[in-house]
């Protein structure tokens, strides 16, 4: 089996495409609550990395470099196969470029375009957009595309060594920077820009032949200077608040790929500019898993301060991910004179039957304690379930023998807890004065004269506990971080609402409180188990990103920054990460170029 590099790169970058997407789609501004970005057209620049046609001479191929027959047998070109970047991310849309709109499943009109041209280089950019504003101007619906700048590492490399290679980093940073320009003026438009770095040119086969063919310096090296000068000067220009452009680096996974034996699949780098053999395949047809979970829960309280629960849970899986061998088995190769290969599939599944029993002690004058046991079994055919390394089947022929024990299956758990209230604080015997607690909802609070006012909840001694159940749009006015100090020194280190002021969430975690935001629904569950019963307890699981009342057994998911949730876990502030990471800044400054 042969996969050509270029065929590669661009089945990479097209996955990559897909997840700067929902990166760009994801990001809102201050203020705004995220909502989900949906292209109206794709419009595609740049040189031909981003071609379906090859300009230069169009009965080539329906697709520049990653052309691909319907068979063995049929040998007819079909476009929608080996799909590059641009058409992954326009198939995300459901949108198709004129270039490739095959009759049986033809898209009346498309509206997206392609306007990379093949050899296009930074200064032709400005002409590509321009051609676009006088056709059909761009705006907030549109997605588009930029990969460009390779042609001019190469164009610049040629001169070497006739110029200085100082000289040539001063001519690509300009033309970094020109395309930086150029992307912020299509951001300026309103429309959504998918910005990729160029490859590190010295890693190519070309990289690799220079540094061979010449004596006088690393050549590769040189290439490799040029590529990272001119994706630093780009990435150093283009205006990007995380709302307008989404960034893919394609240098790095070009050094990871080369660096990182199998890394995405690359199983064999080589050093010329022929094909590349490769050993491992996927599915056309390889989809998505897909995972049911049914639960059943039975919960009673006896004499208000135990609950015992009994609980089972099932959970299939479908469409898993499965590697299989096809040309191998016991004897050997199955077919002659074909190396063996792993071919990775959709075909796996999974089943998990659990039977829980749980009992607890509600606080009782700040002493609370609890247990719970699960039996369990899960069993799966599945090559990658569970996180640990990928297993590849045994015998091809005879997939059901895969079916076992799944490698996390856990067949007994027990666990126990139990929490001890410290008498100091707000709400306590000692040490329950003063503070910027005392002003925490202050005019809620009290009454002009100072005097509690009995009405309001947290004046009631009935309720106590870390968690601060609050209505939508909490925090909204509360720009300094005075609010937040106030609710950590009362205590409370959980904050659970439908929706939070991004100033007073961001204000929050950096001392040391969780925003949890859950849905409108799943709020008003949380305030119906508490008016049913001011003792009913919640379980905020930061690991897992999970919020579960105890009493029903009913949770949700709810969102938080990856940095964020590793500085909560390890309490952590910025300063306090940056330290942590102190040793690991120096080594890179040490190994840096520049």
Known sequence: MTVNSREKRARRLGAAALVATLLVAACGGSGEPTTRFHATRVI???????????????????????????????????????????????ASYGLVFPECNPPATAVAAPVSRIRAAFGARASDLAAQIDAQQADSPLGPGDMTTVLIGEHDVLAEYQKYPAVGADQLVANVEAQGAEVGRQVNRITDTGAKVLLSTIMDVGFSPYGINERQAHAD????????????????????????????????????????VVKIPGFGGFT??????????????????????????????????????????VGYTETRGSSLDMVRAPNRDPDGLRIEDVSPFL???????????????????????????????????????????????????QNDQDLNAEWGLSSFDRRHQLTADSSVELPFGPNRPWLNGGGMWADLFRDWRYNSDDTPKKDFVLNNPIYSGKILVGGKNFGSGSSREHAAWAIYDY????????????????????????????????????????EANPKAEFEVNLSEQKITILTTGESEKFDINGYKKHNLINGYDDIDYLQAMKENIQSFAVQSLY
């Open 44 to 90: 595609a620049f740049g040189d031909e990395s981003s071609l379906i046609v090859d300009t230069r001479n169009d009965a080539n191929g329906n697709k520049y470099s990653v052309n691909a027959t319907v068979s063995a047998t049929d040998l007819t070109i079909a476009c929608t196969l080996n799909a590059i970047w641009t058409q992954s991310l326009a």
């Open 343 to 393: 071919w990775e599939t959709s075909e796996g599944s999974s089943v998990l039957h659990a039977g829980s029993f749980r009992f607890r002690r509600r606080p009782v004058k700040g002493i609370g304690f609890g247990a719970s046991y699960t039996l369990a079994k899960s069993r799966d055919n599945a090559s990658s379930l569970g996180g640990g390394g990928t297993v590849v089947a």
């Open 491 to 530: 205590g409370f280190r959980c904050v659970v609402s439908s929706f939070f002021a991004d100033i007073f969430r961001n204000n929050s975690i950096n001392v040391g409180i969780l925003p949890v935001q859950v849905t409108e629904a799943f709020l008003d569950k949380i305030f119906r188990a508490i």
């Open 268 to 309: 064999n780098p080589f050093t010329g500019t022929d094909a590349t053999s490769n050993t491992f395949g996927v599915d056309p047809t390889y989809g998505l898993g897909l995972v049911q979970t049914w639960n059943a829960d039975v919960s009673r309280d006896f004499r208000q301060a135990w609950n015992v629960s």
């Open 217 to 256: 310096t690393d050549r590769a090296a040189l290439l490799s200077q040029l590529s990272q000068r001119f994706n630093a000067s780009m990435r150093a220009t283009i205006v990007n608040d995380g709302r307008k452009i989404g960034l893919i680096l394609l240098d790095e996974l070009t050094v990871q």
